[in-house]
């Protein structure tokens, strides 16, 4: 009897990783900048804050300046949401603060959706529309009707479960709508940019760990929660639906 050849190897986590990043083209590389380029941006921000601070003044023409430094550094996947949202409010105050803080991640995610979708290309539709029970749950996330695309959408902004610029390039990818990816954006995110630039102005000096509090903690738990149970029962549907009409006459 002839000796049974050794099996090969499992490839190792890192190695189904990269394969994974490779599959989605040019997308793949923009995604992980996308999802790791803000945390290193915030830790740089935090440790340079008595360089960059004291250039900032509660006065028009420092706002409109951060408003573009803002806008460039969000959706060039420079810096989180929070961040901005926070600087807006320490130094600009609670109502300046606040609408400076939600304008800048209305523009960064406007600017994100086309520059991202761009620079990414077909490669992650493709891949994600490749099999068919994928294309059955991308049909029922954001093929059926632009009410409920926005509704999902502004799920997923009011929840921590992605980060901003990765969602951008995520959404941009899959052809949303850029009406409805706007609009859903800003609805979603006004109540977490508001709170964080409410934060911002209360601090008396400026800590960029800071947050909201237990209580916006808890309801972004429960949105998360929210959107993973949304998200599975319409998968669910979508699959089933694919099953009963492969099965059917």
Partial sequence: MPPSEPSEPAPSR?????????????????????????????????????AWLPLFAPDAGSAAAFAVLGVLAAAGCLLPTHATSLVAGFVFGHVAGAGLALLVIALAALLGYLLLGRLAGDGLRASVLAAPKARAVHRALLGRGQARAGSLIALLRLSPLLPFAATNLLLAALG???????????????????????????????????GPGDGWRALAIATSLLVVVVVARMARRALQRELDGAGAP
């Fill in 176 to 210: 949303v709508r850029v009406a409805t990816f706007f609009v859903a954006t800003v609805v979603g995110n006004a109540p977490r940019a508001v709170a964080m630039a409410l934060v911002g102005a209360e601090m008396q000096a400026f800590d960029l760990a800071a």
């Fill in 14 to 50: 890192f190695a189904r990783a990269r394969a994974a990043v490779a599959a989605l083209g040019a997308a793949g590389p923009l995604l992980v900048v996308a999802t790791v380029g803000p945390a290193l941006g915030a830790a740089a921000l935090a440790a340079t804050t008595g």
